[in-house]
């Protein structure tokens, strides 16, 4: 909760003095407010007994309302660009996995092309949680990790693939079980 001068300004989840009082949330927004002096008292209310790093994740940064959602603006069409390529990329290298399937290493840039694009969508501004605002804290979460493990994974099959029998197939199972156990 976001407090100027002791009014409720906005508030992201539920803040609580013990995790079952407390509601996770990771919403990103530009909140605007008119101060009506040279000085006000900003107080912000945050809990966190659910993800290690986790509160405040970046400056507050104070200005104009239209400065500030300029920014944010600038900031998704960057990443929009970046799902843009990556979703080309991955669809290119699909239709040549599609052409040649004997070769797989087409199939596994593709994904991991795709799986980036998702996890872009889910980092920085957080456009996913903003566009579904029920899909909740823990499901958003579990869903980031999973992506960024088979990410994982599949970075290591690829260069598996790639180097053939330059790798060890012992390791590459190491790899591939423990980023498993932890999914």
Same mark, same amino acid.
């Given at each position: 909760?976001?407090?100027?001068?002791?009014?409720?300004?906005? $508030?992201?989840?539920?803040?609580?003095?013990?995790?079952?009082?407390?509601?996770?949330?990771?919403?990103?927004?530009?909140?605007?407010?008119?101060?009506?002096?040279?000085? !006000?008292?900003?107080?912000?209310?945050?809990?966190?007994?659910?993800?290690?790093?986790?509160?405040?994740?970046?400056?507050?940064?104070?200005?104009?309302?239209?400065?500030?959602?300029?920014?944010?603006?600038?900031?998704?069409?960057?990443?929009?660009?970046?799902?843009?390529?990556?979703?080309?990329?991955?669809?290119?290298?699909?239709?040549? !996995?599609?052409?040649?399937?004997?070769?797989?290493?087409?199939?596994?840039?593709?994904?991991?092309?795709?799986?980036?694009?998702?996890?872009?969508?889910?980092?920085?501004?957080?456009? !996913?949680?903003?566009?579904?605002?029920?899909?909740?804290?823990?499901?958003?979460?579990?869903?980031?990790? $999973?992506?960024?493990?088979?990410?994982?994974?599949?970075?290591?099959? &690829? &260069?598996?693939?790639?180097?053939? $029998?330059?790798?060890?197939?012992?390791?590459?199972?190491?790899?591939?079980? $423990?980023?498993?156990?932890?999914?």
């Amino acid at each position: 909760r976001v407090f100027i001068n002791g009014s409720l300004l906005t $508030s992201v989840g539920k803040v609580g003095t013990s995790a079952a009082e407390e509601a996770p949330d990771f919403k990103t927004h530009v909140v605007g407010f008119s101060p009506g002096a040279d000085r !006000f008292d900003i107080v912000l209310h945050v809990s966190n007994y659910f993800f290690i790093q986790s509160g405040i994740l970046r400056s507050i940064v104070l200005g104009r309302e239209w400065d500030l959602n300029s920014q944010r603006e600038k900031r998704l069409l960057l990443e929009f660009i970046f799902i843009g390529i990556l979703l080309v990329m991955g669809v290119y290298h699909f239709s040549i !996995f599609w052409l040649r399937k004997y070769e797989q290493l087409p199939l596994y840039f593709g994904l991991i092309c795709i799986f980036l694009a998702v996890r872009i969508l889910n980092k920085g501004e957080r456009f !996913f949680l903003n566009m579904f605002p029920d899909f909740g804290y823990f499901a958003w979460s579990t869903f980031n990790y $999973s992506i960024d493990y088979a990410v994982g994974i599949l970075f290591i099959m &690829f &260069f598996y693939r790639l180097f053939g $029998s330059a790798v060890s197939k012992k390791l590459i199972y190491a790899f591939v079980g $423990s980023f498993l156990f932890l999914i």
